[in-house]
């Protein structure tokens, strides 16, 4: 089997592989060093190119809730939907006391709008999510039109493609620390191996921007987030057309 086909194929195992991991996640991801801060970075990034007003929000891709907890910092008063096709995942997600005021919806991102979610919505957040789904083209229209016109969005994802310092510095993080500290605290490689290598694959910034015109999106910018993760994570932003 190809690289390339067995990348797609384990994309499809993607959720399944988080409900292996469900219980070590949080642990884990609070041993990254600027995690949860870089995820508050790129909510309140949402919020200001929203002006703060959003009164519904979506949080793609939510896990076990930490962007949503980012979310609901940075827009105290909204309505906050969280989807996720992991159910261990969202089992976690819906135990937090601080998330109450979330709702939590097992869904598709590829297709988010087959699930109860409702809509459309005043922006959603996507982090780490867009890179896992099989077909991305497909799935940036569908949530495009979740969006209310002129509603942003913010993908805060990897992209290290074209940067040799970054895919040098993910390469060497990965394989000395993610994947032995996954082996160690949740007895699973698999999603952290697949993890280093879908974003090895993925889209370079540029190509990511030039996916989001295709889609449509307009004002579109990408940010670079501080610490190590510099040229390595990043908050893209965009909005979609009134
Ligand atoms: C790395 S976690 C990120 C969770 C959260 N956004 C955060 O920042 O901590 C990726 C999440 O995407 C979910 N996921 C992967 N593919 C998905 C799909 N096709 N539809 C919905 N969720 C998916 C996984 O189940 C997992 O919970």
Known sequence: MSRAIDLQRRKQAVPDDFDLVARSYDRLVRRNPGYIEHLRLSADRLAIADRGR??????????????????????????????????????????????????????DASDPAAADIGGPFDGVLMAYGIRNLPEPDVA????????????????????????????????????????????????HTRIFRYLWR???????????????????????????????????????LARRPR
């Open 54 to 107: 959003g009164a519904r929000l979506l949080d793609l891709c939510c896990g076990t809730g930490l962007s949503t907890e980012a979310l609901v910092r940075a827009y105290p008063e909204a309505e906050i939907v969280g989807l996720d096709a992991s159910s261990g995942m969202l089992a976690l997600a819906r135990s937090k006391p601080a998330l109450s005021q979330a709702t939590f919806v097992l869904g």
């Open 140 to 187: 940036l229209g569908r949530i495009s039109n979740l969006l209310k016109p002129g509603a942003p969005i913010c993908f805060h994802e990897y992209s290290v493609k074209g940067n040799p310092r970054a895919v040098a510095i993910w390469t060497g993080v990965a394989w000395a620390v993610i994947i032995p500290n996954g082996l160690v605290t949740a007895r």
């Open 198 to 236: 879908s974003v090895l694959d993925f889209d370079s910034p540029s190509q990511f921007d030039a996916r989001l015109r295709r889609a449509g999106f307009v004002d579109r910018y990408t940010l670079p987030v501080p610490g190590w993760q510099r040229g390595i994570v990043h908050s893209f």
